[in-house]
């Protein structure tokens, strides 16, 4: 069953009892990264392994995401500027231990791409907050393998 979390604004990214921050570089443009986060939602699929459904909702002012495994996110997007920033914050979850979970997804210009920076802001009691800080080899694996692969994906359509 779905839970209810603590609205929070784009101030929380700096402000949440955990940040876990994570980076690297695309050889895709800012403009290619960013449409395949924000814009092709349902896309998430086929580069970031750990979704399942990715579904925009709102008229596209939020998603629901379901990740392998049966955890659901009902979110409301925060912040959609092209080439640079999209976030969103997380209102309802079967996650559990959760207050509040915010994500943002920073894109800057790179000598050869793109640097993406990714940071999972969370409240949670705290024997939660320290299971998510011992996850955070996981989560960066899982970022990493998803720029990877959304990278191959953005690559081969530009080559077509």
């Given at each position: 069953m779905a839970r209810r979390l603590r609205p929070v604004e784009l101030d929380f990214v700096e402000s949440a009892p955990l940040r876990l921050v994570f980076s690297a570089e695309l050889s895709a443009s800012p403009q290619a990264v960013y449409e395949a986060l924000a814009e092709?939602?349902?896309?998430?699929t086929s580069w970031f392994t750990a979704v399942s459904s990715a579904t925009p909702t709102h008229g596209g002012g939020g998603r629901e995401i379901r990740l392998k495994g049966g955890v659901l996110f009902l979110e409301t997007i925060l912040a959609t500027d092209p080439g640079e920033r999209y976030a969103y914050r997380v209102d309802e979850t079967n996650a559990p231990g959760l207050r509040a979970l915010l994500e943002e997804w920073r894109i800057t210009p790179a000598a050869n791409g793109t640097r993406v920076q990714w940071t999972f802001a969370a409240d949670a009691p705290a024997l939660m907050l320290a299971v998510l800080k011992l996850?955070?080899?996981g989560l960066a694996t899982s970022f990493r393998g998803a720029v990877r692969?959304?990278?191959?994906r953005l690559t081969r359509s530009a080559a077509q």
């Open positions: 092709d939602v349902p896309g998430w996850g955070r080899s692969s959304l990278d191959r």
